[in-house]
């Protein structure tokens, strides 16, 4: 069994590293941190002319027709830089659009957002802070005759309720908003700017990554608005959720990478009684462990990448497995980094805590290891 990257996956890691190592450095990531957007439109126009934004989208609609692995692969680059923007909100919202959307809506959104002219996310989480699907309580109620300025159209619901923690909502163009019915829970596409949204930052300890509280009181969308059948998105939200989970997880491994990358070539000079710390055993061990967690964590990531691509049986269990464990070894590899480095670890100046805060960010995102722990009970019982 071979479990090398093909040629070509080789090639665009090769590239993405060679990109990114020279366009965006850690000035560049804190610089963007003080950014009122918090993501450069240059740099998003530059991955969109490598074939990036449209990575996963078929080339009828500007994309390269790729999957899931090698989104992965462009994940843990991204997140191996701690790069700020949101590339896997709008991957995310494109499946979304493929997988249940209409004909009309592929046409105006996905070659917009292939060619970087437009961003989409997902208002995944209600306020009661659980990613199942079947928790959500945003709600959709059919739009009263004779009221508003305009007269409803015919099947034209309003949207109330609050989403939390919304990945990139102040910068987006699309979100791709699910609410319960009387039916199930559906769907709907929401522009920004439509009356009655309001988006709010968030605090968060990852500057990188900006999270916003979403409001809709009395939101109007058409039926032309709705991403699939009424009362029947559960599915969709939930594939999209171990896409997010699989994604989640490249980043965090790009971030250990990075950590253990780091703390080597840190050992390999720093000397303490003459000699390198990189020779004293406890580092050596610890370094050693790193890897192993590292490692592992990769073997987790693109199996559960593969299996998603492949429709295999266990992707849903593998999706779980990715993001719990890696969750938990990106933890331990990037907490080992900074007790390696010592009390230089612990600085603002130094470059650690980039990584630290996007992998503990992206722990608690699409499910946290508790989440996705009990996903795997639930599946393993099923299957038993």
Same mark, same amino acid.
């Given at each position: ?246 994604? &989640?997880? /490249?980043?965090?491994? +790009? ?7 780091? !703390? *080597? =070539?840190? @050992?390999? %000079? ?34 559960? &990448?593969? /299996?998603?691509?492949? +429709? ?7 999706? !779980? *497995? =990715?993001? @719990?464990? %890696? ?36 722990? /608690? ?20």
């Amino acid at each position: 069994m071979d479990f090398a990257f093909s040629p070509d996956q080789e090639l665009l890691r090769g590239a993405a590293r060679g990109f990114l190592d020279e366009r965006v450095t850690s000035a560049v990531v804190r610089a963007l941190w003080d950014d009122p957007r918090g993501e450069s439109e240059a740099l998003w126009k530059d991955m969109a002319g490598l074939g990036w934004l449209g990575l996963g989208l078929p080339e009828s609609q500007g994309g390269s027709g790729l999957g899931m692995v090698e989104t992965a692969i462009l994940l843990e680059e991204l997140g191996r830089v701690a790069w700020p923007g949101p590339y896997l909100e709008i991957a995310l919202a494109s499946r979304a659009l493929l997988a249940g959307g209409t004909e009309a809506q592929r046409r105006r959104w996905l070659p917009a957002i292939a060619a970087g002219d437009a961003r989409a996310t997902v208002c995944l989480l209600d306020e009661g802070s659980d990613w199942d699907p079947a928790a959500t309580v945003t709600r959709a109620e059919a739009a009263p005759a004779g009221s508003g300025i305009e007269p409803p159209s015919p099947g034209a619901v309003r949207l109330w309720g609050t989403k939390r923690f919304v990945p990139w909502a102040h910068v987006a163009d699309l979100l791709l908003v699910p609410a319960r019915e009387a039916d199930g829970v559906s769907l709907f596409a929401v522009t920004a700017g439509a009356p009655g949204l309001a988006v709010s930052p968030t605090a968060a300890m990852d500057p990188g990554t900006r999270w916003s509280t979403v409001r809709l009181d009395a939101v109007q969308v058409g039926p032309e608005a709705r991403v699939g059948p009424p009362g029947r998105a559960a599915s969709l939200l939930a594939a999209l959720l171990r896409a997010g989970a699989v994604g &989640a997880a /490249a980043g965090m491994l +790009g971030c250990a990478r990075r950590c253990l990358d780091t !703390s *080597v =070539a840190f @050992a390999k %000079v720093r000397e303490q009684f003459g000699q390198p710390v990189g020779s004293f055993q406890a580092v050596r061990h610890k370094c050693a462990e790193m890897l192993l967690e590292v490692e592992n964590a990769h073997a987790a990531t693109y199996y559960a &990448a593969w /299996a998603l691509d492949a +429709g295999a049986e266990d992707a849903e269990v593998a999706a !779980s *497995v =990715a993001k @719990a464990y %890696v969750g938990d070894a990106a933890r331990r590899v990037c907490g080992e980094a900074i007790q390696i480095h010592g009390g230089i670890g612990f600085t603002w100046e130094y470059d650690l805590h980039l990584y630290v805060k996007r992998a503990k960010a992206l722990e /608690a995102t699409y499910g946290d290891g508790d989440h996705h722990r009990e996903l795997i009970v639930r599946r393993v019982g099923d299957q038993g």
